[in-house]
């Protein structure tokens, strides 16, 4: 159990009050005094007037990861005209695929990340096209409306599961398909931030920042 050690509350009386946020807020609030950075942790235990809070019965979340899972590499950088890039081998995903990332650049065109198989049969790819975001999975293209290549750090998530292929980003916007997309199944993957090695062929990386890397 809890203890709640917060101090009794006195004076005026409250408006009621319709929500609370939890580390962050969607776009930005009115109060000068209140920073408008997002938190960057773990939160749990929350309890108000005693009264213990369920996080993950809400009415809306953004770049959360259940749990608390340890990162590592919290950003890495991409120069121009270098073969720059990040792997992993060995990725079981059981059609249940979900990455979340943070990333800033001014290049309109570039890999974000492409995870595949062996024969690159099966896979998916975030990159930047024209400035708008672009996800492909099997055979299957989502796109964004808005360009993303301002040098303004921006959150994007991906999902591809029985259900639906979703992309979505920063705190307003998403993309997804009406119906589930082909499975994706794939016992050991590679995954490539930044860029590809040059036995793998596919489009030029990306050139800028990318950070908090979830999966």
Not at 50 to 64: G, K, M, Q, Y
Request: hydrophobic residues 40%; proline residues 4%.
């Amino acid at each position: 159990d809890v203890i709640d050690r917060t101090n009794p509350i006195s004076g005026a009386l409250l408006e009621p009050i319709e929500t609370i946020s939890f580390g962050g807020y969607p776009h930005k609030h009115d109060y000068a005094d209140v920073t408008q950075d997002k938190f960057d942790g773990c939160i749990t235990n929350v309890t108000i007037m005693a009264e213990p809070i369920d996080l993950h019965s809400n009415i809306r979340e953004f770049d959360v990861i259940p749990g608390c899972p340890a990162k590592f590499a919290s950003m890495v950088s991409f120069a121009k005209n270098t073969q720059g890039y990040v792997g992993w081998d060995r990725l079981p995903i059981n059609n249940d695929f979900t990455v979340s990332l943070k990333f800033k650049t001014r290049e309109k065109d570039g890999l974000i990340f492409y995870v595949t198989d062996a024969e690159q049969d099966n896979g998916i790819s975030l990159a930047l096209r024209n400035g708008n975001l672009v996800v492909i999975s099997q055979g299957i293209e989502l796109v964004s409306k808005d360009t993303f290549n301002d040098s303004v750090w921006h959150v994007v998530s991906v999902i591809h599961n029985d259900k639906t292929l979703r992309m979505d980003f920063d705190d307003y916007g998403f993309v997804d398909t009406d119906t589930p997309a082909s499975a994706l199944y794939v016992l050991y993957a590679s995954m490539y931030v930044g860029g590809l090695p040059r036995r793998v062929q596919a489009k030029e990386g990306v050139v800028g920042s990318a950070k908090t890397l979830h999966g």
